[in-house]
Structure formats: structure tokens, C-alpha cells
């Protein structure tokens, strides 16, 4: 009888023991850099790894020396390696030099990167030149509408527009249809900045692109 109970009670402690809940450790999380300094007219690129998928998203804050920073930003996590790249360069305008630091929260877990914006002679057509450049591949504003957005705020040394635009001219100004090509390419990022403003002042010094009233 005591053998049975002995082993009665083994049956019943491993029983048990296979439905006691199981205690979860928290998913752990780390931030791999592409670099750690960037430039203006680079673009941001890093990897968020995982030990775990818990169908949580993690969320992103980027900010400076300072504290500001950026809102919350939700990357889905659907993977163990998530690269996260950056759709807009760093540009003077937006972001001041400096260090910058790369907040992120999964699931309870936390971590921090950090990287360096330094100065270079680098020169970047501003983002804001690509919704307008959109609007003339659709045929929504003019040729000469496109030419004065580009005088106005791309920097001389990178596009330069020797002539002036006013309300006489600005809808006589011709771009060869073929340039749009290169425009759609330039916004897809399949052409550098360099190459795009290459491509429009060749047209310029060439006169393929002018104004009427400078002719």
C-alpha cells in the first residue's frame, strides 16, 4: 500500500508540475548601426533585433543632445532583424549638428544608440523640391513653376538658374519632355541629387532650358 501511495503521489507531483505556469522572461532587444556619423544628404539606416516576436510593435523616438525629439514612432516587428531605414536625408535646415540618440521600446524591453551628425561640403536638393517636382510630373504646375522652385530653394552650387523668373515668363519656360524621366528616377532614388541637378544644368548651359525673355 505505501508503494502505491509513493507512487501515486509521484504521478500526481508530475502531473502537476507539466500545468504549473511557466514563468516568461521579457523579450530582449538591440539596435545594430549601419555607422555611427553621418553627414548631410545621408540617410539614416539601422537594424532592430530580437530575441522574440510577440506581435508588439516597437516604438521609436529620435532625438538630439538636447532632449528634443521626435513623436512616437510605431515599426511593426515581423521579424527577428528589422531594417529601418530612413525615407529623408539629414538636411541643414531640419537637423542642427551634433549627437543624436535612437530611443526604443519592445514589449517592456529598452535600448539606446546613439550616432554623430558631423559637417561635410555635401550639398542635398531639400525634400520639400520632391512634392513639387511630383506635382509637374503629373502636369499640375508648369515647367517654369518647377525652374522658379528650384532657384528659389536649392542651393546655387548644386542647381543654378542664371535668368530671372517672373509672372511674364514663368509659363514660357520650356523643359524637354524626356527630363521627366530623370525627375521620376530622382524621386524613386534610382538618380542621386547630383546627378539630377547634373542633368538639369546641362539643359540650362546648353539652353535647352530657357526663358524667353532672357533669349
Known amino acids: 500500500m505505501k508503494t502505491r501511495k509513493i507512487i501515486l503521489m509521484m504521478i500526481l507531483s508530475f502531473s502537476m508540475a507539466g500545468t504549473m505556469p ?8 538591440s539596435i545594430i548601426m549601419e555607422k555611427t556619423t553621418y553627414t548631410y544628404c545621408e540617410k539614416l539606416f539601422y537594424t532592430i ?5 510577440t506581435g508588439d510593435p516597437a516604438v521609436i523616438h529620435l532625438k538630439d543632445n538636447a532632449g528634443k525629439g521626435s ?64 506635382n509637374w510630373l503629373t502636369g499640375n504646375i508648369s515647367d517654369g513653376f518647377l525652374i522658379d522652385a528650384f532657384q528659389k530653394y536649392i542651393d546655387q552650387r548644386l542647381i543654378n538658374v542664371p535668368f530671372e523668373i517672373n509672372e511674364k515668363n514663368v ?19 534610382v538618380v542621386s541629387d547630383e546627378e539630377f541637378a547634373q542633368c538639369v544644368n ?11 525673355a532672357a533669349s
Open 49 to 53: 533585433e530580437v530575441s522574440e516576436i
Open 171 to 189: 509659363y514660357d519656360i520650356d523643359i524637354p519632355d524626356w527630363v521627366k524621366n530623370t525627375g521620376y528616377w530622382w524621386i524613386q532614388g
Open 71 to 134: 513623436s512616437a514612432i510605431p515599426i511593426p516587428i515581423t521579424k527577428l532583424q528589422n531594417p529601418v531605414p530612413s525615407l529623408v536625408a539629414f538636411q541643414e535646415e531640419v537637423f542642427p549638428l551634433g549627437k543624436y540618440f535612437i530611443d526604443v521600446q519592445y514589449s517592456g524591453a529598452e535600448t539606446t544608440a546613439e550616432f554623430n551628425l558631423i559637417d561635410s561640403d555635401k550639398i542635398c536638393i531639400p525634400e520639400l523640391i520632391k512634392p513639387i517636382t511630383s
Open 22 to 29: 511557466q514563468a516568461f522572461s521579457e523579450p530582449t532587444i
Open 202 to 212: 546641362y539643359l540650362i548651359e546648353k539652353d535647352m532650358i530657357t526663358s524667353p
